[in-house]
């Protein structure tokens, strides 16, 4: 309705610079209803000067409907998957703290769940193996096999999938090309969302691993080891630093560690007692893929 006002103000506005009194009277009227002391200006100058208001109007009406920025999100999201949720309200920055601390505790959760079924999934199985009937053994399988390696496979495979952001360090490594970005604006200060989406995941598996060790008894240099690792993957989220180093650090490192999740199984002490003795092709193949993978992940790339 104000824009066909606006409209019709300016035409009958233009129409009256040819008639003068219907000019003066349309001036002296507008004049009162915006309380502009305007009455002793010439017809031509009045005429210009509420042109003039009547376009800045419509200018800024125009601006206002056009460039008023939508909401993305007028809650905060429960859970963090995709890229996009990653990118706060669209811009290149992290997710909002709440969004972080619900996604955090739905994965553990999703951990918890996981470990949960298969070890009712291993009880249903305990005829396959004797070892299966102990309960403690279930639950030490169902902790490396559905906590550990998994989730250790799954932030290798989301490093994997970013591995095109150090495509330039692989460059200079391995061609010899100057491609390496500045330390301090790409490698230690700039935001991937790649880098926390991985960084927000292991944080969330290290908070599990933490309790599973504490529970499992572990000892005390593997609880300071995850307390450790907890405290590298915070600086990563708050005030998230050294996000280029995070696909991989805390991504495609991961896969060894994953197998050595898997091994454990075959380990007396943090394992399954007998295990070994029972499938021991299985703790040899499981041996020689750890030690591949460690040489190249822990000690070439590192």
Not at 82 to 94: A, R, Y
Not at 240 to 263: D, K
Request: aromatic share 12%; proline share 4%; net charge positive.
């Amino acid at each position: 309705l104000s824009r066909v006002v606006v409209q019709t103000t300016r035409y009958l506005l233009l129409v009256s610079t040819s008639h003068s009194s219907h000019c003066i009277q349309t001036a002296k009227g507008l004049a009162c209803c915006t309380s502009l002391r305007v009455l002793t200006l010439s017809r031509s100058s009045l005429c210009s000067f509420l042109l003039f208001l009547l376009h800045d109007f419509d200018n800024r009406t125009m601006c206002k409907n056009q460039t008023k920025p939508a909401a993305r999100h007028s809650t905060p999201r429960l859970l963090l998957a995709s890229l996009d949720s990653f990118s706060h309200d669209g811009k290149n920055g992290p997710p909002l703290p709440i969004e972080m601390i619900t996604t955090c505790l739905i994965v553990v959760a999703a951990l918890v769940t996981i470990e949960y079924n298969l070890s009712q999934f291993l009880e249903l199985m305990q005829h396959f193996h004797p070892l299966l009937k102990d309960p403690t053994n279930r639950g030490i399988l169902a902790r490396h096999v559905g906590v550990d390696a998994f989730s250790c496979f799954v932030v290798a495979a989301l490093g994997w999938k970013a591995r095109h952001i150090n495509q330039d360090m692989v460059d200079a490594v391995l061609r010899g090309k100057k491609s390496m970005p500045i330390a301090f604006e790409n490698r230690v200060f700039k935001y991937y969302p790649e880098a926390m989406r991985i960084s927000l995941f292991f944080f969330a598996y290290q908070i599990k691993n933490t309790y599973d060790t504490i529970i499992w008894n572990d000892g005390p240099e593997f609880i300071a080891h995850h307390i450790l690792t907890l405290a590298t993957a915070w600086g990563a989220l708050f005030p998230g630093t050294c996000h280029y180093y995070a696909m991989f650090y805390f991504g495609v490192s991961e896969i060894s560690t994953g197998v050595l999740c898997l091994l454990a199984n075959f380990d007396d002490i943090h394992g399954v007692k007998g295990l070994a003795d029972a499938f021991p092709a299985g703790k040899m193949v499981l041996g020689g893929v750890f030690a591949v993978l460690f040489v190249v992940c822990r000690v070439l790339m590192w």
